[in-house]
């Protein structure tokens, strides 16, 4: 029985899986040749609300279909090259919605569940056009 769930867990996750870019500059190249805005989620090693924002908000299909079409970067606390291409950053997790020419459209600090980062979404997608 465990290995039922754990083998529908596996291909639930690869079925709603993001496609994360490897660094920001790969993320902001692919937003200006898309068109479209950069989700650089900031997280910490040990960060137990940036693992349940994974794995339960970003994760969720509702959540998953509206972000795939995002330039998507996770980008680790502790990389200071990485880190110091960002906003300064009051903790973790933390995502930015940025345009191409790295402007901030929406900052959005802590875990959310599936329906407040959904209203997020909203709301970068207003401010954005």
């Known amino acids: 029985m ?7 867990f596996v291909l639930s996750s690869m079925l709603f899986s993001l496609d994360w870019e490897k660094d920001i500059a ?6 200006q040749s ?6 650089v989620m900031v997280e910490s090693e040990y960060c137990g609300w940036c ?3 994974k794995e339960r908000t970003l994760l ?3 959540i998953t279909k509206r972000i795939e079409k995002y330039a998507l970067v996770k980008v680790m606390r502790s990389d200071k090259s990485e880190m110091s291409k960002l906003p300064k950053v009051h903790g973790a997790p933390t995502v930015f919605f940025m345009k191409s020419d790295k402007t901030v459209v929406e900052e959005v600090i802590g875990y959310f569940n599936v329906e407040d980062f959904n209203a997020y979404l909203n709301d970068v997608e207003r401010k954005s056009k």
């Open 2 to 8: 465990k290995k039922i769930v754990l083998a529908i």
């Open 26 to 31: 790969t993320a902001f190249t692919k937003a």
């Open 34 to 39: 898309e068109n479209t805005l950069v989700m």
């Open 51 to 53: 693992s349940k924002m």
């Open 60 to 62: 969720d299909e509702r």
